[in-house]
């Protein structure tokens, strides 16, 4: 007996879903992620002191970075950009949308626990993120659930 992989599977077999309301919540919540985290990474790659955003290099003691640029190329390009480009896959109906946000939502509650650790300071900013993600990851699941349950049929 063979067990087939995903990527065996006939992917036209799998119906692509209509957006539905979790659907429409994650993706909605993809933009908002997406604006902030765009705009964030911006201002930190333009003034890698990170005085743009009034932050200190002082906070990063303790981290492996020695100013903002990397937080900033990280925080713009998997949060921010990655963020658009899943919604637009997600606007498309491609089938691998919701886990995709599934995995954005996760990264983004483990970036704002990490930054938090690191940084050891707290702004109305870190609780905000951190309930954007679990709304991304929350409708996700729903959202992708039904291809899930399709892949699993076609075993």
């Known amino acids: 007996m063979t067990t087939r992989t995903l990527a065996d599977r006939p992917v036209a077999a799998i119906p692509r879903r209509e957006l539905r309301v979790a659907g429409k ?20 790659v333009a003034e890698p002191d990170g ?14 970075f020695s100013d903002y640029v990397i937080p ?10 990655g963020s658009f480009v899943v919604a637009g896959l997600g606007l498309a109906h491609n089938r691998i949308a919701p886990f995709l946000a599934f995995a954005i939502g996760c990264g983004q509650m483990v970036w704002i626990v990490v930054e938090l650790a690191v940084i050891k300071e707290l702004s109305v900013l870190h609780p ?6 679990l709304v991304i990851a ?17 075993e």
């Open 51 to 64: 005085s743009v955003m009034h932050f200190e290099v002082a906070l990063l003691a303790g981290s492996p």
């Open 72 to 81: 900033g190329l990280i925080l713009g390009g998997l949060f921010g950009v």
């Open 25 to 44: 919540v994650c993706i909605a919540f993809l933009v908002l992620l997406g604006l902030g985290a765009l705009a964030g990474g911006i201002a930190l």
């Open 128 to 133: 905000l993120f951190f309930g954007v993600g």
């Open 138 to 154: 929350a409708t996700a699941v729903p959202w992708g659930w039904p291809t899930f349950r399709a892949w699993r049929a076609s």
